[in-house]
């Protein structure tokens, strides 16, 4: 014990380096593996430095939460479908968040006690005690409210992403107003508080942090769910990083950094894929632009389209040369990667070139359908991303859009008056056969309808993502023999 506590810097630079190598891991499909693995041994080493190193640790306390932890997390691990994973992650964001202010609030209350006991009886005890500095008293204020609010969005979006009714949108003139009211007010109690040490300040601080949360992210269009998704996790380690501080701990400090740095990189690239600024995906149309209407919201209007069976799409495809496809949440709902993968390797054994195209945004969280087609052992190398496939697609006999619909809406590229104009888009409708398998003609998570879906070229396929792949497959099999 006593030799871990002597090195325990330098055990937390190996987990430090560990926690760098798998960022760098995790930055593609086929070292993301040995990224985990990284990953997993940093903070097993960080934990077990942490536990010999802090003085007198509650033991039974701490053996129990990290038993319990273990259990929770293994299960949900265990049982989570990967349509719950985006909600998923963003509870555990939200976990984060409310350590990082329990911290806080806790390191509070602890000088409190002591400053209540005296200098005097302190020293009899052997306490060197100092009150708090100016830079504590800093790192606790931004650690706290950055935690808070960051506790509150993610449960919010917790909520948004499982459809929950407690977690509805809120929309009206008073919105921001009440927004930077709330944030004003927060910022002042947290500067009084910094400035004073006074308590009534820093409970007030954490309350409107944690009210500016939710009234934060609770206007956010659904369609802007994956930035927040990713910005949250940025919040998280800002959070994190900021407690470090105040615990003195290189480890936390370094781990919360990377992951707060990583979050924010992510969350400038997908708002780049979507053609919008972080400011009007967080705060739509406050700086001029206007935000991503909600699903539901206006009428549709009745246009034409064209419709078929999964037995015409079959026939077209085993009789092209290639084929493009596209996945969207619709294949994560219907469980359908895997026999997404089985028609691929139907059409691949006939001679047909199959990949699939990946927007920077699809799904409901950053890298949601990279994930399932991992999951399907689809090969890496037959998946490319927006910017690597959008040239090809002219030449691209056949396109299949599995439940997707704003990634490849050309309103994005022809329509100035939509909401995602300027948007980078998967440009399949220029593909020569384009096909769309959805359950209706419902709107996407946007709100916005999609004019694909009414091209000359396109034809639609209703019904269960799955089911509608599959007869795809038996289809071809068929026409094979």
């Given at each position: 014990?006593?030799?871990?506590?002597?090195?325990?810097?330098?055990?937390?630079?190996?987990?430090?380096?560990?926690?760098?190598?798998?960022?760098?891991?995790?930055?593609?499909?086929?070292?993301?593996?040995?990224?985990?693995?990284?990953?997993?041994?940093?903070?097993?080493?960080?934990?077990?430095?942490?536990?010999?190193?802090?003085?007198?640790?509650?033991?039974?306390?701490?053996?129990?939460?990290?038993?319990?932890?273990?259990?929770?997390?293994?299960?949900?691990?265990?049982?989570?479908?990967?349509?719950?994973?985006?909600e998923t992650v963003a509870l555990m964001h939200s976990l984060v968040g409310l350590a990082a202010v329990l911290i806080a609030v806790a390191a509070i209350?602890?000088?409190?006690?002591?400053?209540?006991?005296?200098?005097?009886?302190?020293?009899?005890?052997?306490?060197?005690?100092?009150?708090?500095?100016?830079?504590?008293?800093?790192?606790?204020?931004?650690?706290?409210?950055?935690?808070?609010?960051?506790?509150?969005?993610?449960?919010?979006?917790?909520?948004?992403?499982?459809?929950?009714?407690?977690?509805?949108?809120?929309?009206?003139?008073?919105?921001?107003p009440v927004q930077a009211i709330i944030f004003i007010a927060m910022l002042g109690f947290g500067v009084h508080f910094f400035l004073t040490g006074n308590m009534t300040s820093f409970w007030a601080m954490t309350g409107l942090a944690l009210a500016f949360g939710w009234v934060w992210i609770a206007p956010v269009g659904g369609g802007d769910m994956p930035v927040v998704v990713s910005l949250?996790?940025?919040?998280?380690?800002?959070?994190?990083?900021?407690?470090?501080?105040?615990?003195e701990n290189n480890m936390l400090i370094v781990a919360g950094s990377l992951v707060g740095s990583s979050g924010a990189i992510l969350s400038y690239i997908m708002c780049k894929a979507m053609n919008r600024s972080i400011i009007n995906?967080?705060?739509?149309?406050?700086?001029?632009?206007?935000?991503?209407?909600?699903?539901?919201?206006?009428?549709?209007?009745?246009?034409?389209?064209?419709?078929?069976?999964?037995?015409?799409?079959?026939?077209?495809?085993?009789?092209?040369?290639?084929?493009?496809i596209v996945p969207g949440y619709g294949m994560a709902q219907g469980r359908a990667q895997n026999a997404v993968k089985e028609l691929a390797n139907i059409l691949k054994e006939q001679g047909v070139t199959v990949r699939f195209a990946i927007h920077p945004v699809a799904g409901r969280m950053p890298g949601h359908m990279n994930v399932l087609l991992a999951e399907a052992d689809v090969p890496y190398e037959d998946i490319l991303e927006m910017d690597e496939i959008n040239s090809d697609f002219p030449a691209t006999d056949v396109v299949l859009v599995i439940g997707a619909n704003d990634v490849v809406n050309p309103a994005a590229k022809d329509d100035p008056t939509s909401p995602i104009y300027g948007m980078p888009i998967l440009e399949a409708h220029k593909a020569r056969t384009i096909m769309v398998i959805k359950r209706s003609m419902a709107t996407g998570y946007a709100g916005l309808d999609n004019d694909l879906f009414y091209n000359d070229k396109t034809m639609m396929i209703f019904g269960d993502a799955k089911k509608v792949v599959e007869d795809m497959t038996k289809a071809i099999n068929g026409t094979g023999h």
């Open positions: 014990m006593e030799m871990i506590r002597e090195y325990a810097d330098w055990f937390y630079l190996i987990g430090a380096v560990l926690f760098i190598l798998t960022l760098r891991g995790l930055s593609g499909p086929k070292t993301a593996i040995a990224g985990n693995r990284y990953g997993m041994i940093a903070m097993a080493i960080a934990v077990m430095t942490t536990f010999f190193v802090a003085e007198n640790p509650v033991v039974w306390m701490i053996i129990g939460a990290m038993v319990l932890g273990a259990i929770v997390g293994i299960a949900r691990a265990r049982t989570v479908p990967m349509t719950q994973m985006p209350i602890h000088n409190n006690k002591l400053i209540e006991l005296g200098p005097d009886l302190l020293a009899a005890n052997g306490v060197n005690f100092h009150e708090m500095s100016r830079v504590h008293l800093f790192e606790l204020f931004v650690g706290c409210f950055v935690g808070a609010i960051t506790f509150t969005a993610s449960v919010f979006a917790y909520g948004k992403l499982a459809a929950k009714k407690w977690a509805k949108t809120i929309s009206g003139a008073w919105v921001k949250l996790n940025s919040f998280s380690g800002w959070a994190a990083a900021g407690i470090g501080f105040t615990l995906v967080l705060f739509g149309g406050a700086m001029g632009g206007t935000a991503a209407p909600t699903a539901g919201a206006g009428e549709q209007v009745q246009r034409n389209h064209r419709s078929g069976s999964a037995d015409d799409a079959g026939f077209l495809m085993s009789n092209a040369d290639s084929v493009v």
